[in-house]
C-alpha cells in the first residue's frame, strides 16, 4: 500500500490538534491572565531509498540521495508568555504584574500554583482569595473595618482604618522561574511547577528582575484574535490538502484494483 | 512475456514514490523551518550483453528514482511574538548538537530552555554557539541582536551559532526539522539578519504541491492504462491463437 495514505494522515492529525489549540486560544480571549498556546510541528524518519554518495548502476558516485519522508509530528504544544495587555478595573484588589512574575497561590492539597491573574477578593474570614477561593500566599488578612486598601508598586499591602490609622498588613511575593514556558497549566488559569520550569524564586515585587505590582489592574488575556483567525484558516487549508493527498492514493489504487476486471 | 509491462510497472512504482514525497511535503505544510523535497526520475537501460559483448540493441528503459532536490529556499518570515522564536534572513542555519560531538543544521527556531537555563530546540537538542558549545542561559528576559548575539539583563551572554552550506546537493533531511551535512561543506555565516520573535514558515509551496499531485496522478493513470493494455494483448494472445477457425 503507498506511504502517502499514512503521511497524510499524520498530517491531518497534526492540523487537527493545530485547531484544537488555536479553539483553545480562541475561546479565552477575554480570560483574564491567559496565556496563548501554540503547537509546534516536526517533519518525520525519513526512508532511505539512496544514501547520497552511494554508487549508480552506471557506476558513478550520485550526489543526493533520495529519501521518502513519512509525516509530521508534534513536537510539542508551548505556552507564550508574552504580557497581555493591562486594562483599568477600579478594583483595589485587581492586581497585574508588570514584568516577570507569578503571583503566588495554594491550592487546597496544600501545594502552590501560580498565576498572572490577580482578580482577587477578600472571603468571610478577612482573607484573600483567588476567584476560586484559594488563599494567595502570603496569606493576608484584610481587617472588616478597613476603609482602603492600597498596595504599593513594591508589593506593601497597606489599609486605611477609621481614625486615619494607616496600617501595613503585609507583602506581596511574586514567584519566577528559569523557565517559565515549562509550567504545567491545571486550568483555573494556574499554573504548576514541572521539571522542565525549575523550582520557583520568591522576591520582592521590581527588585532582582521581578516585575512591579500594579493596582487596580488586571493582565488581560494574550491571545491576538486576528493572528488566531489567519492560523485557523491556514490550519483548515493545510488539513484540506491533506485530505486531497488521501483521496488521489486512493484514486491511485482504484486504478490498480481496477486492472483485473 | 513483454519487456514493456514491467518497464509499465516500475514507472507505476515510481509515481507512488513521487505521491508519498508529495504527501509528506504537504504533511509539513505547517511545520515550522521544513524544507519540501521533489524527486526526479531517470532512465535506467537494461544493458543485456550478447555473447560478443556488446549491449544488446533492443534495450528496455526502466525508470528509477534519480535524485531528490531538497528545497533550500526560505520559507515566509512570520511573526509571532515570543523571546524563544528566531528567523534567519539570509542563507544561514542554526547549529544544533544532534549527539555528543556530531552537530545537524536547522532553520527551525522555535527554541525552548529547560529548567537548567539550556537553550534547546523542540525535540530536546542543544542549540550550540558560535565555538559550538551548547548555549546556557541565565535567568531574566532574553532579548537578542541583529547579529545573533543573546542578551539576558543587559550583557551578552552568547553568540548563536550560525553557518552557511557550500553545496545544497549534500543536505541530508534527517527528521525533526533538522538537517545533516559533512562539516566540510559548512561555512560560518556572513551578512545574515537574525530576527527575534519570528520564525520561518515551512517552504512548501502548496499551490505547485497541489498541480504536482493531479501531474503525478494522471501520470500513473496512463501508467495503468498500459498495464491494461498489455494484459488485453496477453489474454488475446491466450485465448485466441491457435484457436482453430471454424471451430
Keep these: ?261 | 512475456m513483454s519487456s514493456g509491462f514491467f518497464v509499465a510497472g516500475v514507472s507505476g512504482q515510481m509515481a507512488q514514490q513521487k505521491m508519498d514525497d508529495i504527501s509528506h511535503n504537504l504533511a509539513n505544510v505547517n511545520t515550522v523551518g521544513f524544507l519540501g523535497s521533489r524527486t526526479s526520475f531517470e532512465t535506467v537501460f537494461t544493458s543485456k550483453a550478447s555473447p560478443t559483448g556488446n549491449p544488446d540493441t533492443a534495450p528496455a528503459a526502466f525508470q528509477s528514482m534519480g535524485s531528490q532536490f531538497v528545497d533550500t529556499s526560505s520559507g515566509n518570515i512570520e511573526q509571532t511574538g515570543s523571546d524563544f522564536d528566531f528567523a534567519i534572513l539570509g542563507k544561514a542555519w542554526f547549529r544544533v548538537e544532534a549527539a555528543p560531538g556530531e552537530e545537524a543544521y536547522t532553520r527551525a527556531g522555535n527554541f525552548t530552555q529547560d529548567a537548567e537555563g539550556n537553550l534547546l530546540t523542540q525535540d530536546g537538542k542543544h542549540v550550540l554557539d558560535a565555538g559550538g558549545t551548547p548555549i546556557q542561559l541565565p535567568a531574566g528576559r532574553l532579548q537578542a541582536t541583529d547579529q545573533g548575539e543573546l542578551i539576558v539583563n543587559g550583557s551578552v551572554v552568547a553568540q548563536l551559532g550560525l553557518v552557511s552550506i557550500t553545496d545544497p546537493a549534500g543536505i541530508e533531511r534527517i527528521g525533526n526539522a533538522l538537517i545533516r551535512t559533512p562539516v566540510t561543506n559548512t561555512a560560518p555565516a556572513t551578512d545574515v539578519t537574525v530576527r527575534q520573535g519570528a520564525l520561518e514558515s515551512s517552504n512548501v509551496n502548496s499551490v505547485l504541491a497541489m498541480a504536482e499531485m493531479i501531474a503525478t496522478l494522471r501520470s500513473y493513470e496512463a501508467t495503468v492504462k498500459m498495464i491494461e493494455e498489455y494484459n488485453r494483448q496477453s489474454s488475446q494472445l491466450t485465448q485466441q491463437v491457435g484457436q482453430v477457425q471454424g471451430m
Design chain 1, 1 to 261: 500500500m503507498m506511504r502517502s495514505l499514512w503521511t497524510a494522515a499524520t498530517g491531518m492529525t497534526a492540523q487537527a490538534l493545530n485547531v484544537d489549540v488555536i479553539s483553545n486560544n480562541l475561546a479565552n480571549v477575554n480570560t483574564a491572565g491567559f496565556k496563548r498556546g501554540r503547537a509546534n510541528f516536526q517533519d518525520l524518519m525519513y526512508q532511505q531509498i539512496t544514501s547520497p554518495g552511494s554508487q549508480n548502476s552506471a557506476g558513478n558516485q550520485v550526489p543526493t540521495g533520495v529519501q521518502v519522508g513519512l509525516g509530521v509530528r508534534t513536537a510539542g504544544i508551548s505556552r507564550i508568555f508574552s504580557e497581555g495587555s493591562f486594562q483599568q478595573t477600579g478594583n483595589p484588589l485587581d492586581m497585574a504584574v508588570e514584568g516577570r512574575g507569578f503571583f503566588q497561590v495554594q491550592l487546597p492539597d496544600g501545594s502552590l500554583a501560580y498565576t498572572r491573574t490577580g482578580s482577587f477578593s477578600v472571603d468571610s474570614q478577612g482573607q484573600m482569595v483567588t476567584p476560586d477561593g484559594y488563599i494567595v500566599q502570603p496569606a493576608m488578612t484584610i481587617p472588616a473595618d478597613a476603609l482602603s486598601i492600597n498596595i504599593a508598586q513594591d508589593g506593601s499591602l497597606s489599609v486605611v482604618q477609621p481614625g486615619n490609622v494607616q496600617t501595613t498588613i503585609g507583602q506581596m511575593q511574586l514567584a519566577d522561574f528559569a523557565n517559565p514556558d515549562g509550567l504545567t497549566a491545571i486550568g483555573h488559569s494556574l499554573f504548576q511547577e514541572s521539571q522542565a520550569s525549575g523550582s520557583p524564586t520568591t522576591g520582592t515585587p521590581g527588585l532582582s528582575g521581578l516585575g512591579s505590582v500594579a493596582q487596580g489592574t488586571l493582565e488581560m488575556s494574550n491571545v491576538n484574535t486576528v493572528e488566531e483567525m489567519v492560523n485557523m484558516i491556514a490550519a483548515q487549508r493545510a488539513y484540506e490538502m491533506n485530505s486531497k493527498s488521501i483521496q488521489a492514493a486512493n484514486e491511485m489504487l482504484q486504478m490498480v484494483s481496477n486492472i483485473k476486471r
